[in-house]
């Protein structure tokens, strides 16, 4: 189970990625993990990543006996820390850039690349 959990764990940092660019991430789910992992993640409806993160509790949920608490809190305090910055990371996507930013951001970029040429000249 904690080499599964390992496997997981790699495979959230590829599909968090893939969440946010939209990509598609069937070829390397099938490639990280077994078979029958793979037909569990592909019938969930629900966003890969935070899918993961749930397999990922359930999987340390039953290696609970085995732990102690002292191994087993750290790990639970990690995967909560993933979900936060997953959290943060789809706010961030999700909200509009102002218009007085993407002005100012267009102008300074404008008067730079005209300047460019004269400073490299010079």
Known sequence: KALL????LSLYMWL????????DHAPLIRTILPPEEVAWLE?????????VLFRLRELLASLVNDLPRTASQPLEDRIWQLEGHFGTLKRILG????PTYTRHTSRVLCIFLGLLPIALVG
Request: without cysteine; hydrophobic residues 30%; charged residues 30%.
């Open 16 to 23: 968090m990625k893939g969440f946010f660019r939209e990509e």
């Open 95 to 98: 909200s509009p850039i102002p």
């Open 43 to 51: 019938d969930v409806p629900s966003d890969m990543p935070t899918t």
């Open 5 to 8: 959990m390992g496997r997981y």
